[in-house]
């Protein structure tokens, strides 16, 4: 059996692994050594863990089996992947390279033991692909951000005719620099989402199980779906970018 890990950092809508026909089971892992590697703050794990579980209900209908360990249950990410691997018989392993290098070093290296072969999707999470990042930097031995933002814009199109700057100008840094006016400008109102059951449940658990982090789980007001996500771009966009 060839089984997609999806890791909490990496809930793309498109993600590679739900429309891969050979993948016959997706494994989810919240792990409890991971969430206690630092103190984080409780909203960041809020975050994270919500987020989880409403992509595991967003993919549900999708027909993918799906082999998800909440946090309670599990001790350690090395553990709940074993258990996934040798419960379903897994043969095969395939997950999106994380952009934490030990990370994917820990994985293949649990593969290895268990003698099941592995495979990677490339990283979605950037918009230049790593061959022509490595590329780009090879030719540019002293690179500086400037010159790389215009490689950027010539490379994508964004806001380029030709190669040249839409207006003239690749930036407006000395604007930028300027203060907000004290007068005559209104910053509009956030409008934050409104808690779910999924949320609340979290944040009730992550107030129980890391009482001593920092935050409070009862302030919490992030959005945690994608359809949540693209509802502040989009009032983001309309409302304060101009």
């Not at 993600?15 to 891969?20: E, G, I, Q, R, Y």
């Not at 630092?38 to 579980?53: D, F």
């Not at 990283?123 to 590329?135: H, V, W």
Request: proline residues 6%; hydrophobic residues 40%.
């Amino acid at each position: 059996m060839k089984a997609a890990l999806i890791l909490g950092t990496q809930l793309l809508k498109e993600h590679p692994a739900l429309t891969d026909p050979s993948v016959e089971l997706v494994i989810m892992i919240e792990a409890k050594d991971v969430c206690s590697k630092l103190p984080y703050h409780r909203h960041k794990l809020i975050l994270l863990l919500s987020a989880m579980r409403h992509f595991r209900s967003e993919i549900i209908p999708q027909g993918k089996r799906i082999d998800y360990h909440e946090l309670t249950k599990t001790r350690s990410f090395k553990e709940a992947l074993t258990n996934s691997i040798k419960d379903h018989r897994v043969t095969e392993l395939v997950w999106m390279t994380s952009s934490d290098t030990p990370t994917n070093t820990r994985i293949q290296s649990l593969c290895e033991s268990l003698s099941i072969k592995t495979t990677h999707y490339s990283n979605g999470l950037f918009m230049t692909p790593e061959s022509d990042l490595r590329a780009w930097f090879e030719a540019h031995p002293r690179s500086l951000m400037e010159t790389f933002y215009r490689w950027q814009r010539q490379r994508t199109g964004i806001l380029c005719e030709g190669s040249l700057p839409v207006g003239g100008q690749w930036n407006f840094d000395a604007d930028n620099r300027q203060p907000l006016p004290k007068q005559a400008i209104t910053i509009p109102a956030i409008t934050f989402p409104q808690l779910d059951a999924i949320t609340k449940d979290v944040i009730k658990m992550i107030d129980t199980e890391f009482a001593n982090n920092p935050g409070e789980g009862r302030d919490f007001w992030l959005p945690v779906t994608h359809q949540a996500s693209n509802v502040w771009l989009a009032d983001f966009i309309t409302e304060r970018f101009d």
